[in-house]
C-alpha cells in the first residue's frame, strides 16, 4: 500500500510545491523535480528503493563499469574498424598538441611584443621627462 501524501505526478500540488522550491532555495525546487520524475521508481516503499539500487548495480556490473568508468573505446567487432578508429584518434591527438604548442607560442610572441612595446613607451616617457627637466633647469639658470 502506498501511503505517500504527495504522490509523484505531475499534479497541481506537486507543480506548486515544486515552483514554490525554486523560489525559495533552488535545491529544493530540483529535489521536488526529481521526486516527480523519479518518484515513482521507488514507490515510496524501502523495498522498491532497495530493488532499483540493486537493478542499477547488477546493470553496472554486467557491463563492467563501461559506462562508469569512461570506456568509450570499446570494440565495434571489426578489427578493422577499430584500427582505422584508433589510428585517427591518435592523429587528432596529435593535431591537437600541435595546436596547443602554437597557442602557446603564440602567446609568447605576443607577449615579447608587448613587453617591447612597454619598453618603448616607457623610454621615450624617460627621455621626455629627463628632457623636460634639463630645458626646465637650463632656463632657471639663465
Known sequence: MNTAFIK??????????????????????LAMLAYILWGEMFGGSPEKAQAWMNKSKAWCQSNNGRHMHGNWRQS???????????????????????????????????RTLRMAR?????????????????????????
Open 8 to 29: 509523484p505526478q505531475w499534479g497541481p500540488l506537486t507543480i506548486a510545491l515544486m515552483v514554490l522550491g525554486f523560489v525559495i532555495f533552488w535545491p529544493l525546487g
Open 76 to 110: 565495434s567487432g571489426n578489427a578493422a574498424f577499430d584500427d582505422y578508429r584508433n589510428e585517427q584518434l591518435k592523429r587528432l591527438e596529435e593535431e591537437r598538441r600541435r595546436l596547443d604548442e602554437e597557442i602557446h607560442e603564440f602567446h609568447e610572441y605576443m
Open 118 to 142: 612597454d619598453r618603448e613607451e616607457f623610454d621615450r616617457y624617460m627621455r621626455e621627462r629627463n628632457g623636460n627637466r634639463s630645458t626646465s633647469s637650463g632656463s632657471q639658470t639663465v
